[in-house]
């Protein structure tokens, strides 16, 4: 099953509780992929002992000024803007390039070829019994998904698979959730949290990708998140309320299910409702 865990805003406690949940798993059962590749932090709870680290890049194009006629049907072809043909000069923004290729299939004269830009890096490792993965973005680099397509490469279907998808409603979060089994928003009961809330099951409707809510801070703030839910069949998974704590322990960079073992059975609950959830709506077709 590839269980991936979101949220419509920051701050909603989304890595902390990716993490607790893949410590709350059978060891050797589990996988955790953090997919924020611009800024993971899942690693800092788990402290992963990473065993391969491999480079990541996209093919990029350049220009043969011998061949180049300066046409101009490679900025024609480019949906993106990376090349621009000025008078006698082809001119290439690597950052906006999404490596698609068109422009060196299309070239009339074949005077483009294609070379391989690093944007970043995918860590693989282990920790506590949880096969870990995540990637990270070189900073500077405008576009997360080509980094997160490579990460969840490294998907083990045999496993329970969690994905901890970035923070919002962006191309990256869409990148992460596609292709899940089931995902699990995590909100905090504010207007801010039911507001990006609401975003975040719009997509996933489109996406026709079975969900479920965790409310976090579930003692502060109003009722509005229990009443959107409902209105909209979603089922409430868990609420973990406002806990000093668990504040300490995430302050501390503790996971708090090492801290409160009696955590531990609350999510196993947890992955059971996910798993029966999953079960009813298998079959369900899906956008991979």
């Known amino acids: 099953m590839i269980f991936s865990i979101a949220s419509g805003k920051g701050g909603t406690g989304k890595t902390t509780i990716a993490v607790n949940v893949a410590l709350s798993l059978p060891k050797g059962n589990v996988q955790l992929i953090d997919c924020d590749v611009e800024e993971p932090n899942s690693h800092i709870f788990l402290k992963p002992t990473?065993?391969?680290?491999?480079?990541?890049?996209?093919?990029?194009?350049?220009?043969?000024?011998s061949k180049c006629t300066y046409c101009g049907k490679c900025a024609q072809v480019c949906e993106y803007h990376s090349i621009a043909v000025i008078l006698k000069s082809v001119l290439v923004f690597d950052e906006l390039c999404h490596g698609c290729g068109a422009c060196s299939y299309l070239c009339p004269e074949k005077a483009i070829f294609e070379v391989e830009r690093e944007i970043g890096i995918v860590q693989e490792g282990n920790a506590n019994g949880v096969n870990f993965v995540n990637g990270v973005l070189n900073v500077g680099e405008p576009m997360a998904s080509p980094l997160i397509r490579k990460v969840k490469e490294k998907i083990q279907k045999d496993k329970v698979v969690i994905l901890d998808?970035?923070?919002?409603?962006?191309?990256?979060?869409?990148?992460?959730?596609?292709?899940?089994?089931?995902?699990?928003?995590?909100?905090?009961?504010?207007?801010?949290?039911?507001?990006?809330?609401?975003?975040?099951?719009?997509?996933?409707?489109?996406?026709?990708?079975?969900?479920?809510?965790?409310?976090?801070?579930?003692?502060?703030?109003?009722?509005?998140?229990?009443?959107?839910?409902?209105?909209?069949?979603?089922?409430?998974?868990?609420?973990?309320?406002?806990?000093?704590?668990?504040?300490e322990s995430y302050s501390k960079g503790i996971p708090f299910v090492i801290e409160n073992s009696s955590y531990i059975f609350h999510f196993q609950e947890l992955i059971e409702k996910v798993e029966k959830l999953y079960e009813s709506n298998r079959g369900r077709p899906r956008i991979e």
């Not at 990473?50 to 000024?65: A, C, L, M, Y």
């Open 50 to 65: 990473f065993h391969q680290v491999t480079s990541v890049g996209i093919r990029v194009p350049r220009i043969d000024e």
């Open 165 to 247: 998808a970035p923070p919002g409603t962006a191309c990256p979060v869409i990148e992460t959730v596609k292709g899940s089994d089931f995902c699990m928003l995590v909100t905090e009961p504010t207007p801010f949290g039911l507001n990006d809330l609401e975003l975040a099951v719009g997509i996933l409707e489109k996406l026709n990708i079975p969900t479920g809510v965790l409310i976090n801070k579930a003692d502060i703030g109003d009722r509005e998140i229990w009443n959107y839910s409902k209105s909209k069949n979603i089922p409430i998974l868990m609420e973990i309320p406002m806990n000093r704590r668990i504040a």
